[in-house]
Each structure stands twice: as structure tokens, then as C-alpha cells.
């Protein structure tokens, strides 16, 4: 008999997927740890990683998959580390933006890209402006984001449309509300995903988790693989989503 068991394949009915999966990419550096490899190395596995499971998010239909990439926060690493990070991004910009025709994927960035190089920010809005005609499934990526900071210029850009007369304090609606945040036109995140056994949320969409399910797992987000993300997927499906009724 085999001294160990293989995890059960976790049971996905395809048909009753979420509309949005959020994942906070957690993991990359305890990954190269592990490994005896730099950190670096391990955002490189991550960014592998996001390749694989963005593809696959597409083949299974998914609509909207968002992506925690780089945080407000973040600029606190060693600045190795984050150029290490902006390289791997534009080289995955370089390379989505070559088979964009073929993917058909709609991309949108989440956050502040003014502190980014002047390359790395054309190269997103080239992206965004690309990929805007197609339909069928759209990646965000969290970038230079922070929920805090979201909400914050949201509030702002509100005071100012209100100062100028576009806008009345007195009928502002969650839904207006929600014009003025990254995230606008795109539906709340049904799932948040955190592998790597943090159990925390990290300033990744306050606003539009409001009634998200949290899915959490030990797992680093380099072996994050279809397998685990089916386990997420089948755990979301057994969930009772009430949004505060009975
Ligand atoms: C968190 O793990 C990960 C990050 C802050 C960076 C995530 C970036 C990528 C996966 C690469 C670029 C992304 C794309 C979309 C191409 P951590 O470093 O905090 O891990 P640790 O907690 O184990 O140290």
C-alpha cells in the first residue's frame, strides 16, 4: 500500500464558475528561499506562475482574473528586488502585447503608474489601449495599488466633481461611487484567493471585497497549479453566499 495518499482532485463544475477570481500572488520569496535561490528568482517563478494560471483562467472561460503584482507598499523592498520586479513585468508586457491578436485577453492596470519608468508606463497603456476591443475575458494587474490610496483619490476626484458642480454629496450611490475607483465597469471580485498561508487582506480591493469569499492555502504562489486553483474554485462552489440576507 502507498505510505501516502495524493490530495482527492477537487470536483469543479465548470459550468457555475465565479465571474471574477482575485489572487494575491503571495509566496515568491519564502519559494526561493526554500530553494537556496535569490528572491529574484522567486518572482521570476511567480511571474511564470501568473502566465500559466491567467492562461488557464482563459480556457475555463473565467470573465474577470485580477492580480496583486505590486502594492503602494512595496517600494519599501530593496531597490534590486523591485527593478527585478518591473523587469519581469515589462518583459511579460513585451510578450503580451506580441500575442495580443492571438490571446485576445482585455488588460487593465489597477493603481498610481506615475512613480513607474517612462517605459514600463507607456508599455501599460499601450497594453490597455491594445487589448480594449476584446471581449471575453479581461486580466487586471494591480500595480503601484493600494486600497487605501484608491480610496483616498476616489474621495478626491469626488470632492473636486462636487466642488465644480458635477456631482451632489447628497445622492451619491455606492454604484456612483464605485466610477471613481481603478476598478470601474468591472464587477466585484466573487473570490479572493491568498496562498502562501498569510491570512490577510493587505490593502488588496477594500472597497470591492466587501462581500468577496477568502480562499486561503499554505501553497506558495510559484506552485500555485491548476490542481490548487481547482481546490479554490470547488471550495467558492461550496460556500452559501448570502450578502448580509438569510
Ligand atoms: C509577493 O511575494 C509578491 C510580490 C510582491 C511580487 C509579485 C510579482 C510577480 C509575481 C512578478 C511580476 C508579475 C507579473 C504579472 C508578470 P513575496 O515576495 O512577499 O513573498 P514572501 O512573503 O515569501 O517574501
Known sequence: ???????????????????????????????????????????????????????????????????YAFSTENWKRPVEEVSAIMGLLKKYLLEAIGRME??????????????????????????????????????NICLNYGGRDELLRAARAFALDCQEGRADPGHLTEAAFGQYLYSAGVPDPDLVIRPSGEVRISNFLLWQSAYAEFYFTDV????????????ALAAYQGRSRRFGGV
Open 102 to 139: 492571438r490571446d485576445r485577453v482585455k488588460m487593465r492596470f489597477f493603481g498610481d503608474l506615475s512613480p513607474l519608468s517612462a517605459e514600463l508606463r507607456e508599455l501599460c497603456l499601450e497594453t490597455e489601449e491594445i487589448s480594449k476591443r476584446y471581449e471575453g475575458c479581461q486580466v
Open 1 to 67: 500500500m502507498a505510505l501516502w495518499k495524493k490530495k482527492p482532485e477537487a470536483e469543479v463544475d465548470f459550468s457555475r464558475l465565479p465571474r471574477h477570481v482575485a489572487i494575491i500572488m503571495d509566496g515568491n520569496g519564502r519559494w526561493a528561499k526554500r530553494r537556496g535561490l535569490p528572491r529574484t528568482a522567486g518572482h521570476a517563478a511567480g511571474a511564470e506562475n501568473f502566465r500559466t494560471i491567467a492562461t488557464y483562467c482563459k480556457e475555463i472561460g473565467l470573465e474577470y482574473l485580477t492580480v
Open 220 to 231: 506558495l504562489w510559484p506552485d500555485f497549479s491548476k490542481e490548487e486553483l481547482h481546490r
